[in-house]
């Protein structure tokens, strides 16, 4: 099984700082996905990578930029923190059309 | 503007009960229906999926129907179990700019009473 794996669990940040999320698929997996989950809007995409150095602006990218220099890792990247990017982060890979696998989330907080 | 509406945003069930979560979409070019289960603290995992050349599609308990004229497609839990007590998302996929797209809807909260 694909295992994504998100290097923190919670987080806590103070406004204006920047914030390196992490994350790393072990299945040599092409496109992964960066998204953020809040209470009754679902999740909502944030960037994509199809492969290394490669990015797409997904629905939501304002605020957040993104760095995938090897295949395995995703990061995404809060330049300037703000409280209403309080929220949870969850990171996904994908092998050419088949089911996306999630990793467990960061749950980012901003004070 | 949400392009994948679900309903209800929760739910009680009595165990052995039937969960019904329903879901619509306007654009024809979505391809690919997937529903997908998320535990608390935990990332959400594919359930069951559907294509919409097939009206319905059953594995285990979990059955998708589908009414491609209606736009709208459901998810089915049959004998709810308190272990089904979790966040569903409908999902849908189309390929759009050159890659694939998917949207979620916006959650239902299962709970099953025991």
């Known amino acids: 099984d694909v295992k994504v794996t998100q290097s923190s669990r919670y987080l806590v940040k103070r406004t204006g700082e920047k914030v390196f999320l992490e994350c790393v698929q072990d299945m040599d997996h092409e496109n992964m996905f960066w998204y953020r989950q809040d209470p009754g809007l679902g999740l909502r995409l944030i960037y994509f990578s199809y492969d290394v150095k490669m990015k797409e602006k997904g629905d939501i990218p304002e605020g957040y930029s993104v760095s995938r220099e090897k295949k395995e890792r995703f990061s995404l990247i809060l330049e300037s923190a703000s409280t209403n990017q309080t929220s949870m982060y969850l990171c996904?890979?994908?092998?050419?059309?088949?089911?996306?696998?999630f990793g467990s989330g960061t749950r980012l907080t901003v004070v | 503007q949400q392009q994948v509406k679900q309903s209800p945003q929760s739910l009680i069930v009595q165990k052995g009960g039937i969960s019904i979560i329903n879901c619509a979409y306007e654009n024809t070019a979505f391809d690919y229906f997937p529903w997908y289960q998320q535990f608390p603290g935990k990332g959400p995992a594919l359930l069951i999926a559907?294509?919409?050349?097939?009206s319905e599609k059953k594995e285990g308990r979990f059955t998708i129907s589908f009414n491609k004229s209606a736009k709208q497609f459901s998810l089915h839990i049959m004998d709810s179990q308190p272990g089904d007590s979790a966040t569903y998302f409908c999902?849908?996929?189309?390929?759009?700019?050159?890659?694939?797209?998917?949207?979620f809807g916006a959650g239902t909260r299962l709970a099953v009473h025991p």
């Open positions: 996904a890979s994908r092998y050419r059309g088949r089911g996306y696998t």
């Open positions: 999902a849908a996929s189309m390929f759009s700019g050159g890659y694939n797209k998917l949207i």
């Open positions: 559907i294509r919409p050349d097939v």
